[in-house]
């Protein structure tokens, strides 16, 4: 503005790849901390960032879904739509979802692109994550088999060539975000 004392600065953002990190693995693995700790960092570097969390996703733009494969299925599919969206405005997408079918997750490539598409497996042991149980699925599991929560009553689909392994319990939280961060200079 004429006349200001004050002048802004801006810093341009670090990169402009625009990606999608698709983070997947059982309950309690971890994903939402890495979705919440990558897109911390990504904000740090001015880089324009959304993270699209399974249990807040089921509260509004899936709360129609149940848990069969069929509404797992749906529900990585809705979320794809939308990291393709955000992708297509220039932002960056982190998406925590369990998806724990291989033809659920292949789907949500194909709507996001293969070049866009950072597929993850949150590899964290059912052990861990059953003594972990941030939310208390696999403690409500042991009393209603019928829960169908993956890893105990209903299966997951460990991805074969996943661009990304963690597992939460043998590597700490800052080289997980190094190796996520890394797909950006891709």
Aim: aromatic share 6%; with cysteine.
């Amino acid at each position: 503005m004429p006349g200001s004392d004050q002048t802004e600065s801006y810093s341009e953002p670090a990169t402009n790849v625009v990606k999608t990190w698709w983070l997947s693995g059982l309950p309690g693995a971890g994903k939402t901390t890495l979705a919440q700790s990558l897109a911390n960092h990504l904000r740090e570097q001015y880089i324009a960032v959304c993270v699209l969390d399974g249990d807040e996703i089921r509260q509004g733009l899936s709360k129609d879904l149940g848990f069969s494969q069929a509404d797992r299925e749906e529900q990585s599919r809705r979320t794809a739509e939308v990291a393709r969206l955000l992708n297509l405005n220039g932002i960056s997408a982190i998406v925590a979802l369990v998806a724990p079918s291989l033809r659920g997750r292949a789907l949500a490539r194909e709507i996001i692109g293969n070049d866009k598409f950072v597929e993850t497996y949150v590899s964290t042991p059912l052990h861990v994550c059953q003594q972990r149980d941030p939310k208390g699925w696999y403690a409500r599991a042991k009393l209603n088999p019928a829960l169908q929560l993956t890893g105990v009553s209903s299966p997951y689909e460990a991805p074969a060539a996943a661009e990304c392994v963690i597992d939460t319990s043998q590597t700490a939280l800052p080289i997980a975000i190094q190796q996520l961060s890394s797909f950006l200079k891709a």
